[in-house]
């Protein structure tokens, strides 16, 4: 099977700064794209920025210019900056992945897979 890890969440004071990261073990032939997805308790989770295998990036609006994503396919990892960090960025934070991986005995499949997340809280 496969799992995604997060690493990095924490509290930071507004302004400041944090990276996320996360890493992908299983058997895995390709990555097709990593990225990240955040939820505010009682909203839906939204969309913050992904990278596909080869390297394209794409991000939403509310964080262009201040957050960057970075994929290493190789290591089956994707790191997430975070610059300039607002009230409004505190979230749980989950790692989101497509990958074509084994899922057992002649089962080889592409599937989406998810971290369980980890807390980012920007207060002062």
């Known amino acids: 099977q496969v799992q995604l890890v997060e690493s990095g969440g924490g509290l930071v004071q507004p302004g400041g700064s944090l990276k996320l990261s996360c890493a992908a073990s299983?058997?895995?032939?390709?990555?097709?794209?990593m990225g990240w997805y955040r939820q505010v308790p009682g909203k839906q989770r939204e969309f913050v920025a992904q990278?596909?295998?080869?390297?394209?990036?794409n991000y939403d609006d509310s964080v262009k210019g201040r957050f960057t994503i970075s994929i290493d396919s190789a290591k089956k990892t994707v790191d997430l900056q975070m610059n300039a960090l607002q009230p409004a960025d505190t979230a749980v934070y989950f790692c989101?992945?497509?990958?074509?991986?084994?899922?057992?005995?002649?089962?080889?499949?592409?599937?989406?897979?998810w971290g369980q997340g980890t807390l980012v809280t920007v207060s002062t």
């Open positions: 989101n992945a497509q990958l074509e991986a084994s899922l057992g005995s002649h089962d080889i499949r592409v599937s989406e897979w």
């Open positions: 299983g058997i895995i032939f390709r990555v097709d794209h």
């Open positions: 990278a596909t295998g080869s390297g394209t990036t």
